[in-house]
Nanobody, 124 residues
Framework: QVQLVESGGGSVSTEGSLRLSCAAS????????MGWFRQAPGKEREAVAN????????YYADSVKGRFTISQDNAKNTVYLQMNSLKPEDTAMYYC?????????????????WGQGTQVTVSS
């Protein structure tokens, strides 16, 4: 089992910044990929960014590329999502996720573990 605890959500104005953190514990060696999904009201959950914990390779949704940066601190078993130039359309519940995937952008079916979610609200 892997436990994921997120922090760092909140409310900002357009063009503001937030950093989300996700601390993993438990059998973390059982997963090779961690990242973030988000879900806005009335919409499907979508992948935002993922990082392969071994290689450090990162992948981003087109909608956040150039604005968001995912990173990891292996010593702390923590993954971060730095979000800059936020837009109202980034408003959603953000979920940390962990699982196994083999190359490129991951998807819902590759996720084995979820965090509880943290709300991000961007006002215009």
């Amino acid at each position: 089992q892997v436990q994921l605890v997120e922090s760092g959500g909140g409310s900002v104005s357009t063009e503001g910044s937030l950093r989300l953190s996700c601390a993993a514990s438990g059998y973390t060696s059982s997963v090779n990929c961690m990242g973030w999904f988000r879900q806005a009201p009335g919409k499907e959950r979508e992948a935002v960014a993922n990082i392969y914990t071994g290689s450090g390779n990162t992948y981003y949704a087109d909608s956040v590329k150039g604005r968001f940066t995912i990173s990891q601190d292996n010593a702390k078993n923590t993954v971060y999502l730095q979000m800059n130039s936020l837009k109202p359309e980034d408003t959603a519940m953000y979920y940390c996720a962990a699982g196994n995937h083999y190359g490129g952008h991951w998807r819902l079916g590759s996720v084995n573990y979820w965090g509880q979610g943290t709300q991000v609200t961007v006002s215009s």
